[in-house]
């Protein structure tokens, strides 16, 4: 079946541009979290939802930074007036459910590089 | 979140046996243990994950210590698709997944 996807595959912005980034969930996951991963790292949490609520934004780097899920399925994450210390990897991955039991399944990522 | 602790990079050869460890002795009762492996220029994948028991799936066996404070991920026959960072990761209730460095896994042929 489909995985998630994103969208673009690949971004580049000049330096205090916006941008928006896409992401499809599995069809019917109801979680759906984002990640930011920098070259050489592990991905690190931004933020989290539960069907269309924010239920935790507390990686989000700056007020620049905002994600929304109006419908419950498919979301978008903004960076506004972009820095280069925003270009990176930008992961979402969703996940059926909540709870410590579940995985999640990752997208292809986003490469955002701000010049 | 419990932290992890793994090798920063092994090797195997190409069909044989890999066994990737990773320490977590502040585990809590509630934590499960995932393992994710990322491929090069890939978002992370999915191989397996487990609470007490050992676990079975068709990538890799999952060994957990009786006292769970550490673990083992068992790659049975490795192949040079099986080269990647693999991530021992615990989860709790609060969903997000936290990463480390993971181990870097390379595929002698």
């Known amino acids: 079946g489909a995985g998630v996807s994103q969208s673009p595959r690949y971004k580049v912005a000049k330096r205090g541009q916006d941008v928006a980034l896409r992401c499809d969930p599995i069809s019917g996951h109801v979680s759906l979290f984002w990640y930011q ?35 419950g399925s498919v979301s978008t994450l903004k960076i506004q007036r972009t820095q280069q210390e925003d270009s990176a990897v930008y992961l979402c991955a969703s996940s059926f459910s909540g709870g410590a039991s579940y995985e999640q399944y990752f997208g292809p990522g986003t490469r955002l590089t701000v010049t | 979140d419990a932290k992890t602790t793994q090798p920063n990079s092994m090797e195997s050869n190409e069909e044989e046996p890999v066994h990737l460890p990773c320490n977590h002795s ?30 079975n799936n068709r990538m890799a066996s999952l060994a957990i210590a009786e006292d769970r404070k550490s673990s083992t991920l068992i790659l049975h026959r490795a192949t040079l698709r099986d080269a990647a960072v693999y991530y021992c990761i615990l989860k709790a209730g609060n969903e997000k997944l936290t990463f480390g460095t993971g181990t870097r896994l390379t595929i002698i042929p």
């Open chain 1, 37 to 71: 991963q920098a070259l050489g790292q592990g991905p690190e949490f931004l933020t989290y939802f539960q069907n269309e609520a924010q239920l935790d934004k507390s990686g989000l780097p700056s007020d620049r930074f905002f994600a929304e899920r109006p419908e």
């Open chain 2, 26 to 55: 502040t585990i809590s009762g509630t934590d499960y243990i995932h393992w994710y492996r990322q491929l090069p220029s890939q978002g992370p994948e999915y191989v397996i994950h487990g609470l007490t028991s050992n676990v």
